[in-house]
């Protein structure tokens, strides 16, 4: 492996870095001797080949070559982002470089990820980045709208870029149907930008960002809208809005565009004392990592301890806490339990909850008052005024409620689907900086929180409890609530999410609904039973089923909310207007063979339209049934 730093670089200089940054992390390098055994190697997943993903990476594990005392990292390359967290799940011996924006949508199972990967933590953050999108300069683009109908080279798949750069065009209202994208990595975009076969290319990198200089000779730098971005932003996305200034790249002026940090990312079953020497060797090495890119300037504990996107590993977390430098929050260790959910209502988006809620903490930064905490969800109907009470240092409140809460069902799989109601718990007014929510598992006696935490009456309506979960997040916010004090809080707030996972029971709605609806369908099949001649029956009986099923199918609508979009349930009624329709048109067809005297003709009809219809009805309503 290639040296990254001058074989004449003393330990002196980077130590004397190190001082200059607090006293606190003077004690850093007296930590070297307290990690136990926990060593081997470690796979660093980075970036693309020539990328800064690609050179940090290489950086840390050459740290480790030279200063590392049981763990030894080896760099790979990998496509980004997206990828590198699909790698380290599960696997407690690899690392990997990600975009905080991805970071936390990964946690929350959010926007390309399936599910929620609530095992990840933080090791320690590493610099910045910016969205930059450069058009070609004689297209005149000056605003992200403007690529419409344009062809643009974002990322890889599995590249931050790609995701980061589509977030941006989500964000102005573009879709694939308004661009062209193409998926290539840098030199690739590069070249095609450069030959004139894409319109525009997206990077995201720190400023300065080598591709972006190149980039430059050809194009210019695109904004985005701000009313757009705080929407988008708004709704959930990690990414914060930053002006960019030209200056970085000899310009004048500046644009405004996402920017995010870069984390080190390791899953929580990485060993404790591999994770505490890791974020030890980078925290005593910041000078050294400081000649890889200017983006990691200002690398230093604190930063890593209030900008986290997600819990810190506790490797890393017990090294924070040894510095002594660094005011933790307190831990509320928060956790329910329910006695009834009542009042389950997909039209309105509600359920009503009984239960109790409990807070115990140790810290007094809290005080001795009642624990001051909200429903972000939901509003209280009734709650008792129990006082906290204290034993050997530790507060605990317990408070018996009532309260209606509120969750988006979705329900595209109707009456396939399973729901999550979730309760969740916001501190009224500290920020994650004052106060962190830790769910209670040492109150998980049985070690299942189905059990623990759901009194063993509850019962939700005709669906099923198939998970009860909780964890603590931190919610990221683009506003100030009007603070008087503007520093007081980093616009991040900790929250207790209980998540209970109900599905529905199939087999009720089968013999309410679709076999009602069968009895109604079956009905046209009886026209193919009656003589051809007697058209006014046959038309009569389809028209009743038809008019039926469309009373019924608005009956059963009105059980839901207003959607604007398909639901299971109406693709069995689709069918059956379908079918009712075939057997009108069939019966018309036999009418007018018979009425022209040709009379074994209709009725040949007739006897194979009743062999085709049970097929055509019963074979598309198994596949509905089945494949869904």
């Not at 990997?96 to 959010?110: E, F, I, K, S």
């Not at 990840?120 to 992200?144: C, M, W, Y």
């Not at 988006?408 to 962190?436: A, I, N």
């Not at 990221?476 to 109900?502: A, N, P, V």
């Amino acid at each position: 492996m290639g040296r990254l730093f001058g074989s004449g670089a003393s330990e002196d200089s980077s130590s004397s870095g190190l001082r200059s940054r607090g006293p606190g992390t003077i004690l850093l390098l007296g930590l070297w001797l307290t990690a136990a055994a926990g060593g081997g190697e470690i796979v660093l997943n980075s970036g693309s080949a020539g990328g800064v993903y690609d050179s940090v990476g290489l950086a840390i594990s050459e740290l480790s070559e030279r200063f590392g005392r049981r763990v030894t990292i080896r760099a790979v390359r990998s496509s980004g982002s997206v990828e590198n967290i699909e790698r380290i799940v599960g696997n407690g011996n690899e690392l990997g470089l990600v975009q905080c924006d991805l970071l936390h949508d990964a946690y929350d199972g959010r926007g390309v990820f399936g599910r929620a990967h609530s095992e990840l933590r933080v090791i320690a953050l590493l610099g910045r980045e910016a969205l930059h999108v450069v058009a070609r300069r004689e297209l005149g683009i000056t605003a992200i709208d403007g690529l419409r109908g344009r062809r643009i080279a974002l990322g890889p798949p599995g590249s931050g870029s790609a995701a980061t750069g589509w977030q941006a065009l989500e964000a102005h209202g573009l879709d694939a149907r308004d661009v062209e994208v193409v998926r290539l990595n840098t030199g690739e975009a590069l070249a095609a930008f450069a030959g004139g076969d894409v319109d525009a290319v997206v990077f995201v990198g720190a400023v300065p960002f080598a591709p972006v200089r190149e980039a430059l000779q050809w194009g210019t730098l695109v904004s985005l809208e701000r009313a757009s971005a705080q929407t988008y932003l708004a709704e959930g996305s990690y990414l914060s809005l930053e002006e960019l200034p030209l200056s970085a790249y000899g310009g004048e002026g500046s644009v405004l565009t996402f920017s995010v940090d870069t984390a080190l990312v390791a899953p929580l079953d990485m060993n404790a004392d591999a994770a505490y020497e890791l974020a030890e060797l980078i925290f005593a090495h910041v000078g050294r990592l400081e000649e890889v890119h200017p983006s990691l300037q200002g690398l230093e504990p604190g930063r890593t301890d209030a900008r986290a996107p997600i819990p810190l590993h506790p490797g890393a977390l017990r090294l924070l806490d040894n510095l002594g430098a660094i005011p933790r929050p307190a831990k509320v260790f928060t956790g329910f339990y329910i006695y009834s959910i009542t009042e389950l209502d997909l039209v309105e988006g509600s359920f009503l909850v009984d239960g109790f809620v409990w807070f115990r903490w140790k810290s007094p930064l809290l005080g001795d008052d009642s624990f001051e905490f909200s429903f972000v969800n939901g509003t209280i109907e009734s709650i008792d005024e129990a006082r906290p009470i204290e034993f050997q240092g530790w507060r605990r409140q317990s408070r018996r409620f009532t309260a209606r809460f509120r969750a988006g069902f979705v329900l595209y799989d109707y009456p396939f689907d399973s729901q999550v109601l979730p309760l969740v718990v916001e501190h009224r007014w500290y920020g994650s900086g004052r106060l962190e929510f830790v769910p209670d598992t040492e109150a998980e006696l049985s070690g299942d929180a189905q059990s623990s935490f759901l009194g063993e009456q509850v019962q939700v309506g005709d669906w099923t409890i198939a998970q009860v979960e909780h964890r603590g997040v931190i919610k990221k916010f683009e506003t100030d609530f009007g603070s008087l004090r503007k520093d007081e809080w980093d616009l991040r707030s900790s929250r207790y999410e209980f998540l209970i996972t109900i599905e529905r029971a199939v087999l009720p709605y089968l013999a309410k609904v679709v076999f009602p609806l069968t009895v109604f369908v079956l009905m046209t099949y009886c026209v193919f039973f009656i003589n051809p001649k007697e058209f006014l029956a046959q038309a009569g009986m389809c028209i009743v089923a038809l008019l039926t099923c469309v009373a019924f199918h608005t009956f059963q609508s009105d059980s839901l909310p207003a959607v604007g979009y398909l639901v299971a349930a109406d693709k069995f009624f689709l069918l059956s207007y379908l079918v009712i329709l075939l057997a009108l048109m069939a019966t018309v067809w036999c009418h007018r063979v018979h009425s022209r005297g040709d009379v074994q003709r209709a009725r040949r009809l007739a006897a194979r339209f009743r062999w085709l219809f049970p097929p055509l009805y019963f074979l598309p309503m198994l596949i509905l049934l089945v494949v869904r």
